[in-house]
């Protein structure tokens, strides 16, 4: 096993110095070449990862851990590797696009005006159609203020309604306390009445009482 991880490890080593290699860009190099090389050792470092796996799995228990974070590390190391790759290599695509399109940009010829005048006519209709959405946006927010508005009026009405339906509940209740007073003066009134009759019933009584 000890074997095996070293030679993994190396392969790691190598292959960190064949993209050092790429990013220098020494002359006579042959950039594809050195790119499949790259990946061979990648494939070869994976390989080698999952018989270490193996391995670990087969040897002593008190060794397993140590083991198992050794080849983590590789994988790891793998990984980092393998998206490296995919980085220069999805670079050197951009690159090699923007370079044909600069090249045909370079290269194209313009010799009559049709083609300014299609380019024109797009132009126009591309402004055209802008227009038209800042129209279609003016409107929206037109209606917008309109419907706020409204509400706005909404409600001043329906403030000033419930201002007259307190002011009407306010006059309600006064009356209903006049009503009252008034009630509890007419009781009053009764009894007054009623204590006043008896009172001279008693006094007429006693009259006649005392002049027999």
Not at 17 to 33: A, G, I
Not at 59 to 74: E, H, W
Request: aromatic share 4%.
């Amino acid at each position: 096993m000890e074997t095996l991880y070293h030679q993994t490890n190396k392969l790691v080593q190598e292959t960190q110095h064949l993209f050092s290699q790429l990013e220098k860009k020494p002359p006579n190099l042959d950039v594809q070449e050195v790119e499949n090389e790259i990946e061979t050792k990648i494939e070869s470092i994976n390989s080698n990862c999952d018989r270490l796996d193996i391995l670990c799995s087969k040897g002593p228990i008190t060794q397993r851990q140590n083991a198992k974070m050794r080849v983590d590390q590789l994988k790891y190391d793998s990984r980092h590797l393998s998206a490296a790759l995919n980085s220069w290599r999805q670079m050197i695509q951009r690159k090699q696009r923007e370079d044909s399109e600069r090249e045909e940009l370079l290269s194209r010829k313009f010799t009559t005006n049709d083609h300014v005048d299609i380019m024109i006519d797009h132009s126009v209709q591309y402004n055209a159609s802008l227009n038209n959405a800042t129209r279609g946006v003016d409107d929206m927010i037109q209606h917008g203020s309109g419907i706020l508005e409204n509400l706005r009026s909404q409600r001043y009405t329906i403030k000033g309604a419930h201002k007259r339906l307190v002011d009407i509940g306010n006059t309600l209740g006064l009356s209903n306390t006049t009503m009252r007073l008034i009630e509890q003066r007419a009781k009053c009134d009764g009894f007054i009445l009623v204590g006043g009759m008896l009172i001279t019933c008693l006094v007429i009584i006693l009259v006649i009482v005392y002049f027999r």
